[in-house]
């Protein structure tokens, strides 16, 4: 998509007070009183990819040297992960988190994002996921208004929905996640 390629290379060329440029256009999300309460989170991670290997090639014939990519993600502080997809730079992960929730639309609920390659008892390898100087990822989302928010509560990411492609600027280990967020209310 035209619009997501654009998008990463905002990320990648700027800095952060500038993330809300990467979403230009998009309708305006219809406000709900924020009195509501809110019964679920959801995350749902479709997508990672890199240029680059994460590991060393030990088995001939093999791709082992790509790599082994899995996603762990946190609601409200409530963590999970998902299984490593083997030998891949184009992982198609696949990975939905539901937190059951009862607050209000209106609190922010702090969510983090972040991508490993599997390397067993070795400890796994971080990619880069983050155009800043961090690896993962801290937002905040806000039911009430849709938006996933930087913790200055106004750097809009990404809005209820929509698939929101992020890229780290890592030399050697960064990659790029696609995903997308939901709630429901009470
Ligand atoms: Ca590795
Ligand atoms: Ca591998
Ligand atoms: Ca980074």
Not at 36 to 55: G, K, L, P, S
Not at 114 to 126: E, R, Y
Request: glycine share 6%.
């Amino acid at each position: 998509m035209k619009f997501q390629l654009t998008a990463i290379g905002l990320f990648a060329a700027t800095t952060l007070p500038l993330l809300s440029v990467v979403l230009p256009g998009l309708a305006q999300v219809t406000n709900v009183s924020s009195t509501r309460n809110v019964r679920e989170v959801t995350i749902i991670v479709e997508r990672a990819t890199t240029e680059h290997n994460f590991d060393p090639n030990l088995i001939p014939l093999k791709d082992d040297e790509k790599p082994d990519f899995f996603t762990r993600v946190s609601i409200a502080g409530e963590t999970r992960s998902s299984q490593p997809l083997t030998d891949r730079k184009d992982a198609p992960i696949n990975f939905t988190m539901t937190k059951q929730l009862n607050i209000p639309a209106g609190n922010a609920i702090p969510i983090a994002l972040k991508l490993f390659d599997a390397d067993g008892t070795s400890g796994d390898d971080q990619a880069d996921i983050n155009p800043g100087s961090n690896r993962d990822w801290v937002f905040y989302y806000q039911p009430s208004s849709g938006n996933l928010y930087l913790n200055d509560m106004r750097t809009v990411v990404g809005q209820v929905g929509r698939l929101i492609t992020l890229r780290g600027n890592e030399s050697g280990k960064n990659a790029t996640i696609s995903f997308r967020v939901n709630h429901v209310f009470r």
